[in-house]
């Protein structure tokens, strides 16, 4: 389970920086007029405005969001946990680091109507991806249980 976790966490870093360069590319498409922004405006501030720093905390920040992404997907091998606990813990574990970093990094707006479409944009785009991923593993598991029930036919 410990090497399963460092792994997830070693692959999960990495994806969280290029999500991160990513989101810097559309954010600077759709409002830079043609200016890349490769950090939030105040956090280059916030780093004595050296863009470089700013960028290299930024992307430490990301590595972390990302080791944390991915280590804890192994929250849902835990088989004796329901799948209201897996989802509801991994949640919180993923939440806490990202609204914590977010706001430490200018991700999300240090206003509460900022604040909570930031978190409620969080709680969207993660019921938009545990729905993807929970119906489409109940499709498989029906087609499964279809090649199951038609090789039981053959044997009969």
Same mark, same amino acid.
């Given at each position: 389970?410990?090497?399963n976790l460092l792994l997830r966490c070693l692959v999960g870093a990495p994806v969280g920086v290029v999500v991160s360069s990513?989101?810097?590319?559309?954010?600077? /498409?759709?409002?830079?007029?043609?200016?890349?922004?490769?950090?939030?405006?105040? /956090?280059?501030?916030?780093?004595?405005?050296?863009?470089? &720093?700013?960028?290299a905390v930024q992307l430490i920040c990301s590595l972390v969001v990302g &080791? %944390?992404?991915?280590?804890?997907?192994?929250?849902?091998?835990?088989?004796?946990?329901? /799948? /209201?606990?897996?989802?509801l813990i991994h949640f919180s574990v993923i939440a806490?680091?990202?609204?914590?970093?977010g706001y430490v990094m200018n991700w999300l707006p240090h206003h509460i109507y900022g604040a909570l479409c930031y978190v409620?944009?969080?709680?969207? %785009?993660?019921?938009?991806?545990w729905l993807s991923i929970y119906f489409s593993i109940k499709v498989k598991i029906k087609k499964m249980n279809k090649q199951l029930q038609e090789m039981q036919n053959e044997e009969e």
């Open positions: 389970m410990k090497k990513v989101i810097t590319i559309i954010f600077s /498409l759709c409002l830079g007029q043609g200016e890349y922004f490769p950090a939030p405006h105040e /956090l280059i501030d916030w780093c004595g405005g050296n863009a470089t &720093a700013a960028v &080791a %944390v992404c991915g280590g804890s997907s192994v929250i849902w091998g835990i088989e004796k946990w329901s /799948l /209201l606990k897996q989802t806490v680091p990202f609204f914590g970093i409620g944009g969080f709680i969207l %785009v993660y019921l938009i991806m």
